[in-house]
């Protein structure tokens, strides 16, 4: 596996694989190709060339996209004579087999580098929001070393430690801010 690596100021950074990596939305096609080959019909008879068309162009709709109505709006201008059963198809196996591919990689990944944690369930820790601009502090709950990521309470985030709503937010450890 690659591992992906980026200079900043004269150190080497690890880059952490993407959910929308190449490597992730390649292994997630050889996850979903038999089960779509079979569901579209393909046999023997279609040849290599075939097979090969039909991953390209699976790459090519699912590569930003998890949603089986914009996937097959994909493949639709792709040629693919779509209908109800391959939108559903599409919606019940992508995503998943790219959250597997991912959870794979990611973990290869992690191991590679012997990523470590630093922090114990029950650190109290400050972290850089992944989806905004915040660095709320909260408690480590959980810890994923496969992944290499913690599960964090954080009151200022609205979590519930019982009850209904959200639990904790997976903070992977590089996005710990160190004091």
Not at 8 to 13: F, I, M, P, R, T
Not at 43 to 52: A, K, R
Not at 54 to 61: E, I, L, P, S, Y
Not at 151 to 161: A, D, N, P, T
């Amino acid at each position: 596996m690659a591992t992906l690596k980026l200079v900043k100021e004269g150190s080497v950074e690890l880059k952490r694989p993407n959910y929308f990596d190449e490597e992730v939305t390649n292994n997630a096609i050889e996850k979903l190709l038999p089960e779509l080959l079979a569901f579209i019909g393909v046999t023997e008879n279609h040849g290599e060339d075939y097979v090969e068309q039909v991953r390209t162009d699976v790459f090519n709709a699912i590569e930003f996209e998890d949603d089986g109505y914009d996937i097959c709006r994909h493949l639709d201008n792709a040629t693919w004579d779509i209908d109800a059963d391959t939108v559903e198809f599409m919606d019940n196996n992508v995503s998943s087999c790219r959250y597997d591919a991912h959870k794979e990689i990611e973990a290869q990944w992690v191991k590679d580098n012997n990523i470590r944690p630093k922090h114990s369930i029950g650190d109290v820790i400050k972290f850089n929001h992944p989806s905004k601009s915040l660095q709320p502090v909260g408690e480590v709950v959980v810890m994923d070393e496969k992944q290499g990521r913690y599960l964090v309470f954080s009151e200022e985030l609205g979590h519930v430690r019982t009850g209904v709503g959200s639990h904790g937010i997976y903070v992977v450890y590089e996005s710990v801010v160190e004091k």
